[in-house]
């Protein structure tokens, strides 16, 4: 496209950066990223600035971004802005402009499509294109959601992802985007947003099922122990590879983990992050069923749809006497995990992994 | 048979009467609506009546019984109230003037057979014709010999069905019996009835084995999590309906349950009802071993015999140490189920869903 | 060897009763039984002591050993008792002169082969002989090794076997070595020794692993409930033979085997003593995984060494958290077992199985 198109003019450039604020969806950090490196080459030419320390998770990205553009000429780089803000722009406009279906109303959400029907709540991660990784935006959705199905008149809520993932969990790109307190204050608000998220799952009054359509990764795994039934299609997959970015459990894992499929699987799932497959994993009693991928969408929704017409009620209250014994303690081991998570982010450890993690990401 | 029988007279109508009060055996709900039913016919006619409400069970019951009489004539509804008890009396006296055999003496339990031998005592559910279905009278009993089983100087013992179901759980009947005080007192009732019984298997001091020869359902189900082995036939099934008859989990399931197999399978079983196969029920921990169908007893009693010439000292002080850690956990367990089945055996949704189940059998 | 060897003097005697105290590898119970007899049928002639009751296990276990010999002529139990002590010389020579590699210390300990590479610290049960059988000796060196290994500066320590076996458990002949203070005091030191045996399983701060490489037995399956992670090869067995013992379980068994497999399981291995093979210990959450024998060390040292490059303070952590909840209570749980199995060993159920046992194996 760019060697097609008319050079962009100083203009059209200051259009685009106003374009830029007022794009509904948040681009995302990667594509966030290239939009500063090519205002900043646009504007300031080749980056001449010194690389800043690796602990600097932001400011080190940017320089990436900036530096990776090498001497491309401030002309090219102001004609690349303005095309990459017109692709976001016109990508954005055709969903806004649909029609809603005359049966449900435009979702409240932008990351989740939530619909209700048949006496089930429906909560589906909307980020195919991002393998449903679960930006702060999309953490705070998912709570809205759960909080509104826990009320609502449904008999059971069902979580599941949309395109290929179920979800690819913690979007990492989460840890570049700094706030002024830096990382102390990024790792404490990270562990405060954890601490709540997962509560709405310890919390969740009505039987709450994960329909798993796809690969899940971290606390997308980690929450289907607060989960009480997991169908999966045999194509899903069960990873958490906490160790390998420097971390450790969340969601109550710790707990719920050991005490599912006893400490010698949980071991190998949480310290070692062996991935498991979707029979692996309900031989260990994580998942309540497989189903082949070819019917798993009808065969569960059948299922489903049969159990949300019993006695609502009945539900509940056996849910209720299943879970409330244990609410406390996962309250109190979801704020032991948080803690702990809070350290470990600031560790150098975790640091150096999700550098790596994300710089072999960018590479490819 | 009432086609060839003579008429019978009022004076056969009142001895059949008084024979009623001499029965040995309660003859189940069933046959007391329609001797309820042919009594009004025979006396008052044809139901005129108004319709109880919904609610009031056993009234609407007897309803039911006299109404479906129709224009029966009074007369006809005598001579079938005289065989109806002429039938009972018959059946009742064959089996109470069978010699009991040489080697035991006659049962002391009229819905058990309970025997002692090879250091093993068997409690043998004795309703076969009723799928052993667990009346009023059986749960005083069974809990009569698990007591004494205790103390006996038998190594293990075990629970088993005869004929072709281990158990179908709660006779439903139970709930048409209202004393003075009406469903709460009933309500009141049957869960004081339901603590002790399940307190009897949370105290048994010796090894318990459950020899699960069919189908088991219900409370037979739930008190699986409490046995010490379980051993079925590929023909047993558990199945643990709770929420299709608007109740919650018994038996301490609410805790064996999601800690033997986890919660997500568990979820599925006592909230949903689904009912397992018994390879299912041993992949998940809840039975010990399964065996084919045509060897079943065979291969369990050689395998119990053996077990039972263990020391039995230290196969009951390893009960202990394994199990006495929760005992007050699953009598607090125990009490708090038995609340919480009380209110939901008063709820509009229990109400309805055990008329519509006691409605479907009646017409079947 | 006896029939062409030289009748021994009584000089030769006296040299082999001094080499004895030289000897610097404890010959075992077995061996030091056959001494005491020989010495004695050397020294007084054919046993004619009255028989010690069955209580006082040493004295019967020295009177059998002596009594066995019958009438064989002093001379010819000199000359044999010079000949085993002997035997004994040469065989604990060669070891002690073998130079050890340049790229290892020689070994501290009698009983284990403790190395350290490729950030895995390795204990290997090394009685091969003996099936790993583990003497008062052995359970000291495995809690130094334990704690040395929680401090050095490796990632994850493995625990396995040299030779056939992983571990046959208890060596009974423990039993046979009573202190002065009787019976009585030799189970109490035994329930001090067990006590912290099993505390540097619960103590232990980061990844311990069990690589079963053979039919394990006994405490050496309970502590596997205590390990993070269990492989094993298809060759392995899991046998706790405790009520045939007229034992109880250790270990935290009582409290961890239910956890992890369900009471209806547990009971068949720890109470009625039922050997499981390596896939039922695997389908049961006692084992990680299962591997051929053929590619058994080959396929795990692979993943371990995998394992062992993880970050290895994210490890520790996440074992923490996932173990710390539990420490206290499975402290608890120890002293509790340790004090049931005191008496235990004091009990007629108990000495007499355990008598049984080391005659049948006597006989054979």
Redesign the interface.
Known sequence: MSGTAMRASQKDFENAMNQVKLLKKDPGNEVKLKLYALYKQATEGSCTMPKPGVFDLVNKAKWDAWNALGSLPKETARQNYVELVSSLTSASQPSSQVEPGADRKPSAYETLEVTSEDGITKIMFNRPTKKNAITTQMYHEIMLALKAAGKDDSSVTVLTGNGDYYSSGNDLTNFTDLPPGGPEEKAKNSAILLRDFIDCFIDFPK?LIAVVNGPAVGISVTT??L????YATDRATFHTP????????EGCS???F???????????M????KKLTAREAC???????VFPDSTFQKEVWTRLKA?AK??P???R???E???S?EKEKLRA?NV??CN?LQE?WL?D??MN?VMNFLSRKAKL
């Open positions: 039987p289907l122990g989960c009480d039934a997991v906490f160790s390998h970015l420097g971390q450790s459990p710790s707990y719920t050991p005490k599912i499929m006893g400490p010698s699987k949980a071991t190998e949480l310290i070692f992050g031989a260990q009693g994580l998942v309540t069923e159990y019993l006695p009620n009945a539900m209250i056996s849910k006497i299943m879970r014994r081991i032991e995990e702990v470990r560790s450890e975790c992994a």
